[in-house]
């Protein structure tokens, strides 16, 4: 399933405050969490240095196309109900887990897990990561949030798979290829 399909289902089917983990830097899932807020009447909070930071940069130079009257300060989430809420988090160093843990350890001065929350892990964990995501959506699920991960099939790399690399390869057909990431497992 892709995100944007998983975002629609958790979006029109979450009974409280939906929190979305993901990288500062992906705008197009941040756009897509906007668009899904906007199509179903939901504001949005930006939380983490990182994340504002990306986020006041896209929307300066038009990568991200966002109504305004959908974005609310953190100070703000507790005028609207549950359900009307999604949070988008980060870290410190656009790092999703940093912030999660934050919250799940009650560290975070604005945000605090309740049991109507839905935690959406938006990206696949890279190598050595994976055993902290697990441990973090452990501890979310024992404060009581449903937490969505990639374990429960929800597609969420920023990157391509393999077959869309090979088709971008071919369609471009580039004279010179180089490898930048990657790993023997993938």
Partial sequence: MVIEEKLSTTFHGAEGRILVALYASNFIRIQQVFDKALE???KVAVVGKSLESYFEVGMRLGYLQIE???????KDIGKYT????VIIVTGNKG??????EKIVRKYHKDIKI?????VLITFTPSPGME??????ANELSKAGANVLTSSRNVH???HGSQEDLKLMLNLMQPKYFIPIQGNTRC
């Avoid at 549950?82 to 809420?85: A, C, L, S, V």
């Avoid at 790092?95 to 999660?100: H, N, S, T, V, Y």
């Avoid at 309740?114 to 839905?118: A, G, H, I």
């Avoid at 055993?131 to 973090?136: A, D, H, T, Y």
């Fill in 40 to 42: 179903t009447g939901k």
């Fill in 156 to 158: 969420v790399s920023g």
């Fill in 68 to 74: 305004e009257d959908v974005v609310i300060s953190v």
């Fill in 82 to 85: 549950d359900d009307q809420i």
């Fill in 95 to 100: 790092e999703p887990l940093d912030a999660l």
């Fill in 114 to 118: 309740k049991e109507t929350d839905t």
């Fill in 131 to 136: 055993v902290s995501m697990f441990k973090m």
